[in-house]
């Protein structure tokens, strides 16, 4: 079966200017409003998964809790450091926020609808482009220029490594996410937002081209610098990064572009994998559930889920190490992404010859298992990198050899760990007993300290 849309985007751009402004302010207050719901659930369900109420106090719920945070920090007093390039510390949160707002405007929300009480009907999408996945990838990416320029013009080393971290972090996942979009591309035949929730009205995407969600998934949350890949701002390392030296607006500007940037990436998810508005199965059943403003309802519902899955990885998963999380960018999820989309190819190539009459389906049923034996003998080979590894390291070590300490590699044993004696008994019989001298390696670590 081919899936393919068709790129009509006639309903886009004869909107006259209220409808045009209408639907940027909805879009505004809808960001706004989605950030101030998300703020409060991270905080009541991480308060949930350890044990603790969370806010309570400030309206119903605590719903007020964020607005309450906002005009906190409004009101704070706003510092600039003396040994900051003030234009660009000023100009570097305005261009986090901006990217992260424009970057909704090809997100479809809904169908064509009719505006209540007028005539007028229009997409219930600010606008589509041919290209509209590429301008999300885009801007998402400019996005980033705040946070390096915010972490420079700091004049600290603390927010300048936060910002260089920041830099290194979005184009090693934004690499691995713009590869799992290649097969979203060839399965719905367009590059537009509305055309490829289109092709899915008889299959989600999630469901033909799981790797490419899962490749997706993992990508953007380090696309969003969220936990645990928040290395960009990690406080054990950074104090708090990139916007160390922030304060009052300023910093609400980079919070909010963080926020916002979680609801694009998982708007942007539940278009090219979860039909977009499209009702869920089986609620798909009823005849008017994509019609009218209901989809909306079932859109706001996924980006819900992915919202609360982000919130789930930061109150379960610790920091990982930056070696790692660069690890799993480079040696995992690109060749993982490069792979599927040679797969993907090489299927619809074979599907369409099929149904062309060009190619035995026999040689391709014997073409799939011959892939599959490799790749099994690949997974099943020994490792022996690993093994010349532990060989290389396994001999004693002394941390303070560079006149700093140092942690052993791999296959390394510490000298005091190696041959250590374990005292038995009571405080009392060994309180001044040992008159054993002093080991020759701790002797010479301590003469190289003094």
């Keep these: 079966m081919t899936i393919l849309a068709e790129e009509d985007l006639s309903a886009f751009g004869v909107d006259p200017w209220w409808v045009v402004g209408l639907k940027a302010v909805l879009v505004f207050v809808l960001l706004v409003g989605l950030t101030l719901i998300t703020i409060w659930a991270e905080r009541k369900v991480v308060a949930r998964m350890q044990h603790r109420v969370g806010p309570k106090y400030h309206g119903p719920f605590g719903l007020l809790q964020s607005l309450a945070d906002g005009i906190k920090l409004a009101l704070k007093e706003d510092v600039v450091p003396k040994a900051a390039d003030k234009v660009v ?12 707002f424009i970057a909704f405007a090809v997100i479809p929300l809904g169908p064509v609808v009719t505006i209540p009480f007028t005539d007028t009907t229009t997409p219930l999408q600010l606008t589509d482009l041919p290209v509209a996945v590429l301008y999300i990838l885009a801007v998402a990416s400019f996005g980033v220029y705040g946070i390096v320029l915010g972490g420079w013009s700091s004049g600290s080393t603390y927010a300048l490594l936060g910002g260089l971290r920041s830099s290194a972090q979005v184009i090693s996942y934004e690499v691995a996410m713009g590869l799992s979009l290649v097969a ?23 469901f033909i081209l799981l790797p490419s969600f899962l490749i997706f998934l993992v990508s953007m949350v380090g696309e969003t610098n969220r936990a645990p890949f928040d290395l960009a701002e990690a406080e054990g390392e950074l104090v708090g990064g990139f916007h160390t030296e922030y304060s009052s607006l300023k910093f609400a500007l980079f919070f909010l572009g963080e926020y ?9 998810a539940t278009t090219l994998f979860l039909g977009g508005w499209y009702a869920p199965w089986p609620l798909s059943i009823w005849d008017g ?75 391709f049923i014997a073409g799939g298992v011959v892939i599959a034996l490799l790749l099994l003998a690949t997974v099943l080979l020994p490792d022996r990198k690993g093994d010349d590894q532990e060989e290389a390291y396994d001999a004693d070590f002394d941390p303070f050899a560079g006149g700093y300490p140092v942690p052993p590699m791999p296959g390394q044993r510490l000298p005091e760990l190696t041959g250590a004696t374990v005292l038995t008994g009571t405080p009392d019989d060994t309180q001044g007993s040992s008159t054993d001298p002093e080991p020759a390696d701790t002797q010479h670590r301590e003469d190289d300290r003094a």
């Design 89 to 100: 510390f000023v100009i570097a949160p305005v261009i986090t926020a901006t990217a992260a």
């Design 184 to 206: 979203v591309f060839i399965y719905a035949g367009t590059m537009s937002t509305s055309g490829i929730v289109a092709a899915q009205q008889d299959v989600w995407f999630v």
């Design 260 to 268: 916002i940037a979680m609801v694009t990436v998982s708007g942007l």
């Design 289 to 363: 559930a994509n019609s009218g403003f209901w989809p909306v309802l079932w859109f706001l519902g996924k980006v819900a889920g992915f919202l609360f899955f982000f919130i789930w990885l930061r109150g379960t998963l610790p920091r990982m190490r930056y070696d790692q999380f660069m690890k799993l960018g480079w040696k995992v999820l690109i060749p993982a992404a490069l792979v599927w989309i040679v797969a993907v190819s090489g299927v619809r190539l074979a599907r369409n010859e099929m149904q062309g009459g060009g190619l035995d389906r026999t040689w």
